[in-house]
């Protein structure tokens, strides 16, 4: 006997919100925290409590973004990818208020390195790769955190990045002649502090491992802590014995005489060339590249960083299985469900009455009023469509329009029995 399955095709309706993942809001917030510290925090020292500073510093973009990659992918279906509500066109405008508030809040030329412009960018460079398959995306994740890197350094002699500077940030002010535009380009893709050559492999890596897990299984976070923390291990211990036990300390201190005469009588002459542009290589030598210190962009830092995202996004997977961990933890996973609003604030914070605030105190201050206040808007507006936060509502108020227009109708096929879609639906990737 057989039974031929009927297709049922529902008329389109606002897609319902399923329950959000806690243990990826926590991990976001904890990157948020992590920018934090970066920022405002005790300058990292190898000592004490200054290691805490050190985990954060360098890190704390790259894991955020590899979170995002991941939170992309569930929001298209996880595994099982599906289009998202409003498609392409709500994909442009968000990413647009999100370029033209990074740029907002750049335009006073003090403050923190906004990353929100370039966050817009690696966005609408990600829709098409929503829609490939696993095997394909896995593979240009691999490829990406090597050839990204690669390619970022390759092209550097070529847009004047040879020597020196790069680490900068695009601003409005660049947009005012054709030289600006062409310089703010180059800071978008190649040379600024976040560019697209060697940050948007961290989101292809989020949406491969968004793939690749079930995020409801205790194996898939287990796997997750195991692999992030071998990858780590793989990136960073690779670069440390290439330089400090293959000679390749000696080799930057050569190239440093070579073309950065200027460090050559610093206490550390590789430290001051990569500070004295945000901790980027230079195109100088090719052994810049056996690096893997904080925001070096380069394969090993990449695949380092990267693997402790996937391990922190695997831990807190795991702490949020338990009701209880799940409850104690529940301030910071409200920090992570507004953490466009939390880092906008910040920015303006410290480019206005907190500029120049450093240490311990402005650290513990930052982030307690952050997640106390994150708590008390949830509190505050729960059950209205503001809970969300206040630009994170804002952004879902202006797509909805693009989103209710553009929503096809769903089209399920059940088999012996009623047909149940099961999704996960963190809601769209917050900006950080």
């Given at each position: 006997?057989?039974?031929?399955?009927?297709?049922?095709?529902?008329?389109?309706?606002?897609?319902?919100?399923?329950?959000?993942?806690?243990?990826?809001?926590?991990?976001?917030?904890?990157?948020?925290?992590?920018?934090?510290?970066?920022?405002?925090?005790p300058y990292a020292e190898p000592s004490g409590a200054g290691y805490l500073m050190i985990a954060a510093d360098g890190r704390a973009p790259a894991v955020f973004t590899l979170i995002a990659g991941f939170s992309l992918a569930l929001a298209h279906g996880g595994r099982r990818p599906r289009p998202a509500a409003g498609g392409f066109r709500a994909v442009a405008l968000r990413c647009a208020v999100l370029a033209a508030l990074g740029l907002a809040l750049t335009a006073p030329g003090r403050g923190v390195f906004v990353i929100l412009t370039f966050y817009a960018v690696y966005f609408l460079a990600a829709e098409p790769f929503t829609r490939l398959r696993t095997a394909p995306?896995?593979?240009?994740?691999?490829?990406?955190?090597?050839?990204?890197?690669?390619?970022?350094?390759?092209?550097?002699?070529?847009?004047?990045?040879?020597?020196?500077?790069?680490?900068?940030?695009?601003?409005?002010?660049?947009?005012?002649?054709g030289s600006?535009?062409?310089?703010?380009?180059?800071?978008?893709?190649i040379s600024g502090a976040y560019p697209f050559l060697t940050y948007f492999p961290y989101v292809v890596v989020g949406l491969a491992l968004g793939r690749l897990v079930d995020v409801h299984l205790r194996r898939s976070a287990v796997r997750l802590v195991l692999w992030g923390a071998s990858t780590a291990v793989v990136g960073y211990g690779t670069s440390w014995l290439a330089v400090e036990h293959g000679g390749g300390r000696r080799a930057l201190l050569a190239a440093v005489a070579r073309h950065h005469a200027w460090a050559t009588d610093r206490a550390d002459p590789?430290?001051?060339?990569?500070?004295?542009?945000?901790?980027?290589?230079?195109?100088?030598?090719?052994?810049?590249?056996l690096l893997s210190g904080p925001y070096s962009q380069t394969p090993f830092e990449t695949l380092g960083n990267a693997g402790v995202g996937a391990a922190l996004?695997?831990?807190?997977?795991?702490?949020?299985?338990?009701?209880?961990?799940?409850?104690?933890?529940?301030?910071?996973?409200?920090?992570?469900?507004?953490?466009?609003?939390?880092?906008?604030?910040?920015?303006?914070?410290?480019?206005?009455?907190?500029?120049?605030?450093?240490?311990?105190?402005?650290?513990?201050?930052?982030?307690?009023?952050?997640?106390?206040?994150?708590?008390?808007?949830?509190?505050?507006?729960?059950?209205?469509?503001?809970?969300?936060?206040?630009?994170?509502?804002?952004?879902?108020?202006?797509?909805?329009?693009?989103?209710?227009?553009?929503?096809?109708?769903?089209?399920?096929?059940?088999?012996?029995?009623?047909?149940?879609?099961?999704?996960v639906r963190p809601g769209p990737p917050p900006a950080p």
């Amino acid at each position: 006997m057989t039974q031929t399955a009927t297709a049922t095709v529902l008329p389109a309706t606002r897609p319902v919100p399923a329950p959000r993942l806690p243990g990826v809001d926590v991990a976001r917030a904890l990157a948020v925290l992590a920018m934090f510290a970066a920022h405002v925090g005790p300058y990292a020292e190898p000592s004490g409590a200054g290691y805490l500073m050190i985990a954060a510093d360098g890190r704390a973009p790259a894991v955020f973004t590899l979170i995002a990659g991941f939170s992309l992918a569930l929001a298209h279906g996880g595994r099982r990818p599906r289009p998202a509500a409003g498609g392409f066109r709500a994909v442009a405008l968000r990413c647009a208020v999100l370029a033209a508030l990074g740029l907002a809040l750049t335009a006073p030329g003090r403050g923190v390195f906004v990353i929100l412009t370039f966050y817009a960018v690696y966005f609408l460079a990600a829709e098409p790769f929503t829609r490939l398959r696993t095997a394909p995306l896995a593979a240009l994740a691999a490829g990406g955190v090597v050839a990204g890197p690669l390619l970022s350094y390759v092209l550097g002699p070529f847009t004047g990045h040879f020597a020196a500077g790069r680490g900068g940030i695009p601003r409005p002010q660049d947009l005012t002649s054709g030289s600006g535009v062409l310089d703010f380009l180059d800071k978008l893709l190649i040379s600024g502090a976040y560019p697209f050559l060697t940050y948007f492999p961290y989101v292809v890596v989020g949406l491969a491992l968004g793939r690749l897990v079930d995020v409801h299984l205790r194996r898939s976070a287990v796997r997750l802590v195991l692999w992030g923390a071998s990858t780590a291990v793989v990136g960073y211990g690779t670069s440390w014995l290439a330089v400090e036990h293959g000679g390749g300390r000696r080799a930057l201190l050569a190239a440093v005489a070579r073309h950065h005469a200027w460090a050559t009588d610093r206490a550390d002459p590789v430290r001051s060339v990569l500070g004295s542009q945000y901790g980027a290589i230079p195109s100088s030598d090719w052994h810049w590249l056996l690096l893997s210190g904080p925001y070096s962009q380069t394969p090993f830092e990449t695949l380092g960083n990267a693997g402790v995202g996937a391990a922190l996004i695997g831990l807190c997977l795991l702490a949020c299985r338990s009701r209880r961990t799940t409850a104690l933890l529940n301030p910071f996973a409200v920090l992570g469900t507004m953490a466009l609003s939390v880092y906008t604030l910040h920015a303006l914070a410290l480019a206005t009455f907190a500029s120049g605030a450093r240490g311990w105190g402005p650290l513990l201050w930052f982030s307690a009023v952050s997640v106390a206040g994150c708590w008390a808007w949830q509190r505050c507006f729960a059950g209205t469509a503001l809970r969300y936060g206040p630009l994170e509502s804002g952004l879902r108020a202006l797509t909805r329009t693009t989103t209710t227009a553009t929503a096809p109708g769903r089209t399920t096929t059940p088999s012996a029995g009623t047909a149940t879609e099961t999704t996960v639906r963190p809601g769209p990737p917050p900006a950080p």
